[in-house]
């Protein structure tokens, strides 16, 4: 008997692409903790999330659009959907985030998948986004383009296959990410990385055959 994979928050996919442990931690050992980024985080989106949709000129806003995808087994809500009406209107989410644009990839992730949700659920191809960030009062604009795309499908996948397994990795070898996790006191990834570092000296000094495990 085949078992359905569960259903992926889009939120989580950030998580996911910050860092996997935390992805596992939050919702597999479905540990959380707040610190000051992701409290403002939540102010930020309650202001936003009104659910009010406005009309101007020719283009709609609709606000904390409920989304889903059945390909990707996906489920959250955007905070704003803009779509420009003419024959064949033009789709963009757009996402608010507290801080400010960053090189890695993990918020347009999150925008990505949305625009995969909206290409599955109106039929339709989303070929930019936008991500609005409260600290530096900027948009910038989201190409959803084949590499995105690629990233966005990876980071689901490896998710869906955490929540399947229930297995949480090991800590990220980027350790300026920890030092902003508001995990970190949970995750302990001093000592995981300890342990482990000890583990692998350890190995170096076993006999051959104990190492192999004969
Ligand atoms: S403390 Fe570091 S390793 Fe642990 S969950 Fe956070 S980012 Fe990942």
């Not at 803009?82 to 644009?101: A, C």
Request: glycine share 4%; with cysteine.
């Amino acid at each position: 008997m085949s078992i359905e994979p569960q259903t992926l928050m889009l939120s989580a996919l950030q998580h996911y692409a910050y860092c996997p442990r935390q992805f596992a931690l939050i919702h597999v050992e479905q540990a959380w903790a707040d610190n000051r980024f992701t409290a403002e985080g939540t102010i930020l989106h309650e202001r936003v999330d009104s659910g009010i949709a406005e009309q101007r000129k020719g283009t709609r806003y609709e606000r904390g659009v409920m989304l889903k995808s059945e390909r990707f087994k996906l489920t959250g809500k955007m905070d704003l959907l803009e779509i420009e009406q003419s024959e064949q209107p033009k789709y963009l989410p757009v996402e608010y985030k507290r801080g400010k644009p960053k090189i890695e990839d993990w918020d347009r992730v999150q925008v990505c998948a949305q625009a995969l949700c909206l290409e599955e659920m109106r039929d339709t191809s989303v070929t930019e986004g936008a991500i609005w960030y409260w600290e530096v009062r900027r948009r910038e604009t989201i190409q959803i383009d084949d590499a995105l795309r690629a990233a966005t499908i990876a980071a689901i996948e490896a998710a869906h296959a955490i929540l399947a397994t229930g297995k949480t990795p090991p800590p990220t070898d980027d350790v300026k990410r920890c030092r902003a996790c508001s995990l970190v006191d949970l995750c302990e990834p001093g000592i995981f990385r300890r342990d482990h570092s000890s583990d692998y000296v350890d190995a170096i000094f076993l006999e051959p055959e104990e190492a192999m495990g004969k």
